[in-house]
């Protein structure tokens, strides 16, 4: 009787370990045929209201003919390698075929002051790059999976706006007559240096006396401002003094305060990604015996980028 026990629980044993073998062949075979989902489209938009957002919208196609759970989904913007944005969602079932799904990411503008140092060393260059990482759980399996993306490229012409090369009249009003006392003749910005704290554009301004008389030019200062708000400004270090017909080529440096950059991209987000930038510009001309308050430099116009431009 003892033997007959002993001979039907091994019995139920060898049965027991053979489904579980059987069960475990299946599964692997299965497992092994999984084929991971795939991105077929992606867009983006900005969600603009108390916060500003990132909303992705992908089609993903599930090739199994089983539906697959997600257990976490995480999705990075990248801005030149610098992330600017970060969602996640979970527990996502993706049936067999095409599946919509929506994520909104978080913008996070203390980035942006890296991104605006890396773009401007980049050549006003940046690449806009998406990131999917899914964990996904299929029986006692787990698999992960990354995908990284050029999403679009943005240019920008930052100096190029803050520069003018069109002849400018200084008139003023000379015993009751308008008369032309200065001209300038061209304004230039280039880049001089960025970090993350301040941006240095190098300056140049070339400056004509029409007139028998020379003139001088004191307190020559100017700011800059993108959407409103002041960014920085420079001055010429000296005064200056041009003898009649005189034509002077001199430098100035401004200086950006990029502690001010997350505030302005804030704006230009929640103007439709659209920028209105002016310089304002103060001075004393010296002609004579009288003083004249004068704007040797006005420049104002608008820009526009559209960083979610898919190009792929």
């Known amino acids: 009787m003892k033997i007959w026990k002993e001979y039907n629980i091994m019995k139920i044993w ?3 370990i053979a489904i579980f073998s059987i069960i475990a062949i299946i599964l692997l075979s299965v497992f092994s045929s999984f084929s991971y989902p795939y991105v077929e489209k992606v867009s983006a938009d900005w ?3 108390d916060n500003i957002n990132i ?3 992908a089609v993903v196609e599930n090739p199994n003919f089983f539906s697959i759970k997600i257990a976490t989904l995480i999705c990075k913007v990248f801005l030149n390698d610098i992330e600017i944005a970060e969602g996640l969602d979970k527990n996502i079932v993706l049936q067999r075929g095409e599946n919509n799904l929506s994520i909104d990411l978080f913008l996070d503008t203390n980035k942006i002051q890296k991104w605006w140092t890396k773009h401007i060393k980049n050549g006003e260059r940046s690449d806009v790059i998406v990131e999917y990482m899914a964990m996904a759980n299929f029986f006692f399996f787990n698999k992960t999976s990354k995908t990284r993306k050029l999403y679009s490229t943005i240019t920008t012409d930052f100096t190029q706006k803050l520069s003018f090369n069109k ?3 200084i008139n003023v009003s000379l015993n009751g007559i308008e008369t032309t006392l200065l001209f300038v003749n061209k304004f230039e910005s280039k880049w001089q240096y960025v970090d ?3 941006t240095i554009i190098n300056s140049s301004i070339q400056l004509y006396n029409p007139n028998g008389e020379e003139i001088g030019i004191e307190n020559f200062t100017y700011n800059v401002f993108l959407n409103g708000i002041k960014l ?4 010429l270090a000296d005064n200056i003094t041009l003898a009649p017909y ?5 430098y100035c440096y401004m200086r950006i305060q990029n502690e ?8 230009h987000l929640r103007s439709g990604e659209t920028t209105l930038y002016e310089i304002r510009s103060y001075a004393k001309l010296l002609y004579g015996d009288s003083v004249y308050f004068i704007q040797p430099i006005e420049i104002s116009g608008n820009f526009s980028t559209n960083f979610l431009e898919k190009v792929l």
């Open 14 to 16: 060898q049965i027991a």
């Open 47 to 49: 969600v603009v209201d």
């Open 55 to 57: 909303r992705i919208k």
């Open 167 to 169: 002849t400018k009249a």
């Open 196 to 198: 993350e704290n301040i």
């Open 232 to 235: 920085g400004g420079g001055w």
């Open 246 to 250: 005189a034509t002077v080529n001199t």
């Open 260 to 267: 001010e950059i997350p505030d302005w991209f804030e704006s």
